[in-house]
């Protein structure tokens, strides 16, 4: 993984445009699609604004609920039931509305592997292997994402003092050591099926992500 310190350089708006949204079983929703320039790694990450808390600059006396979602293709896009993606961005998106706050959409498919390889490691993964164990065997790091970026992000939002909405630790440690003042984790849902029970299971072992899954499915292999 690379780690990250110290406050990156500023990044600037470039673009600001109201995009009407919706997902399946009704969920409709406008957001506020923001681009950046300047950003550390040179990819087009998005940010979506949920609400009246969401406005650019609005600097509040409460943590503003943000969410970090890693694209994930597959998962976002055709409901693959291998992960929880999906169902996440769902999540947060009905949460984000209802309370206000900024979803950071990032193009780190595969914990930054890259979509191609990503899906190399679900071959991987098929064979035997976990889903960590699969992407350094094909000689990347366990989780190779970077949030650099998204502190950028907010920092052009004007966003520094968030909930972070995310069962996953590290993102909350590299916020910070980034100059995010993270208030507190907001735990997401579990989405557990059959088809990604042991990647929850893997995730919770290996990556220490906060998920509350049955014991049976914590015993299981990953």
């Known amino acids: 993984m690379i780690r990250v310190g110290g406050a990156p350089r500023a990044a600037r708006i470039r673009t600001e445009v109201l995009v009407p949204v919706a997902f399946a079983g009704g969920l409709e929703t406008t957001a506020r699609v923001v ?11 998005l940010a979506l604004g949920f609400g ?3 406005r650019i600059g609005s600097r509040g006396s409460a943590p503003t609920l943000t969410r970090l979602h890693s694209e994930c293709l597959t998962g976002d ?5 291998r992960c929880d993606c999906g169902a996440q961005l769902r999540e947060s998106v009905e949460l984000l509305d209802a309370s206000g706050g900024f979803l950071l959409y990032l193009r780190q498919e595969g914990r930054g592997i890259g979509l191609y390889p ?21 000689g990347y790091g366990e989780d190779e994402r ?7 992000m907010l920092g052009a939002l004007g966003v520094g003092r968030i909930a972070l909405l995310s069962n996953n630790p590290d993102k909350a440690q590299q916020l910070r050591r980034l100059g995010i003042t993270v208030v507190r984790r907001v735990a997401t849902g579990v989405h557990l099926s059959d088809a990604n029970a042991r990647y929850l299971s893997t995730k919770a072992r290996r990556g ?7 014991v049976r499915e914590q015993r299981g292999s990953a």
């Open 77 to 81: 896009v055709f409901g693959s039931r």
């Open 146 to 152: 970077d949030y650099t970026v998204a502190a950028q």
């Open 52 to 54: 009246d808390r969401a």
């Open 118 to 138: 990503k899906l190399d490691a679900y071959v991987l993964q098929d064979r035997g292997l976990d889903t960590y164990e699969a992407n350094v065997a094909l």
């Open 208 to 214: 220490a992500h906060t998920i509350d899954l049955p």
């Open 35 to 45: 681009t950046f320039d300047g950003l550390a790694d040179g990819l087009e990450h």
